[in-house]
Nanobody
Framework: QLQLVESGGGLVQPGGSLRLSCLASGFTSEHYSIGWFRQAPGKEREGISCISISTGDTHAADSVKGRFTISRDNAKNTVYLQMNSLKPEDTGVYYC???????????????????WGQGTQVTVSS
């Protein structure tokens, strides 16, 4: 059974940092990508970064480029999202999701991601 579990969310002041983790289990190959999405209250879910587990190909949305860095540790089956220079508008529930049968990041269409974690809350506030 394929499963994703996020962790690392919390309350942080503006300008601070957090590192989110996405632990993947049940995947029998590295032929998939992990995307990070977030959803603020009253807003649509937004794709912000993705990484190919097999090739390491990455992508970051303009809203987080230069502040957020995605990485992977295949030995630990974990993808990380390092978030620096956090802003109040970064507040929301952060989800990781898996898109199977991909060698590269192929965008952020939620329908294409068949497996989702339960989400972790990130709150940026003074």
């Amino acid at each position: 059974q394929l499963q994703l579990v996020e962790s690392g969310g919390g309350l942080v002041q503006p300008g601070g940092s957090l590192r989110l983790s996405c632990l993947a289990s049940g995947f029998t190959s590295e032929h998939y990508s992990i995307g990070w999405f977030r959803q603020a209250p009253g807003k649509e879910r937004e794709g912000i970064s993705c990484i190919s587990i097999s090739t390491g190909d990455t992508h970051a949305a303009d809203s987080v480029k230069g502040r957020f860095t995605i990485s992977r540790d295949n030995a630990k089956n974990t993808v990380y999202l390092q978030m620096n220079s956090l802003k109040p508008e970064d507040t929301g529930v952060y989800y990781c999701a898996a898109q199977l049968a991909t060698y590269y990041c192929e965008g952020y269409v939620p329908y294409n991601y068949g497996y989702w974690g339960q989400g972790t809350q990130v709150t940026v506030s003074s």
